[in-house]
């Protein structure tokens, strides 16, 4: 896992990126979201978990994608719902979003495999289809700049799904992702 701390740049921009898809989560339609929009902090830590394993060119794309959206009056956090509601359809389907999935899906079988008790088998579909809609409301340019740290990571033999619930475990209070999976195998 990567043990590196993020940049105080790095820090700055996730917290910003936070701080805009916080104010469109909370515009959701509660009937999907409801437990969560009770905890905007635990949203505010699930999403630092992942966005901690990107680098600082793909989150400051992401950041400018947010501005433009925003400034079109277009709330990202919302289309992904609908998305996964199945109430608008996705839109993308390149090659650069298909290899992301691909090796995604990988790592989320390694996760399940060594942490089976915070990977049950049964959010195999969900993760998908999550990812799916998650990735459809990025840009070109961020989806390249993501692609980008998704396959070096992946050459590398890191596993960004792996690392992105070590974070959460943290966040969460744990030492790591060990010793929360011990603790909830116990359970």
């Known amino acids: 896992m990567s043990t590196s701390e993020p940049s105080d740049r790095q820090q700055e921009v996730i917290e910003q990126i936070l701080e805009i898809e916080l104010g469109w989560f909370l515009t959701v339609n509660p009937e999907i979201t409801a437990e969560c929009q009770r905890h905007p902090e635990a949203f505010k830590v699930m999403r630092r978990?992942?966005?901690?394993?990107?680098?600082l060119t793909t989150l400051e794309s992401y950041l400018e994608h947010l501005h433009t959206a925003a400034g079109e009056e277009h709330?990202?956090?919302?289309?992904?719902?609908?998305?996964?509601?199945?109430?608008?359809?996705?839109?993308?389907?390149?090659q650069t979003l298909r290899d992301i999935m691909a090796i995604q899906e990988r790592w989320q079988q390694a996760a399940r495999e060594q942490y089976p008790a915070i990977f049950q088998e049964d959010s195999k579909a969900s993760f998908a289809w999550y990812l799916r809609c998650e990735l459809d409301t990025y840009s070109p340019a961020v989806l390249e700049s993501y692609h980008g740290d998704v396959a070096r990571a992946a050459a590398r033999g890191r596993n960004l799904i792996i690392e992105t619930y070590d974070n959460l475990a943290r966040g969460l209070g744990f030492a790591s992702l060990g010793a929360w999976h011990r603790e909830k195998a116990k359970a």
């Open 49 to 55: 978990s992942n966005f901690l394993t990107w680098s």
């Open 75 to 94: 709330n990202l956090v919302r289309e992904k719902y609908a998305k996964m509601q199945a109430a608008i359809p996705c839109q993308n389907d390149s």
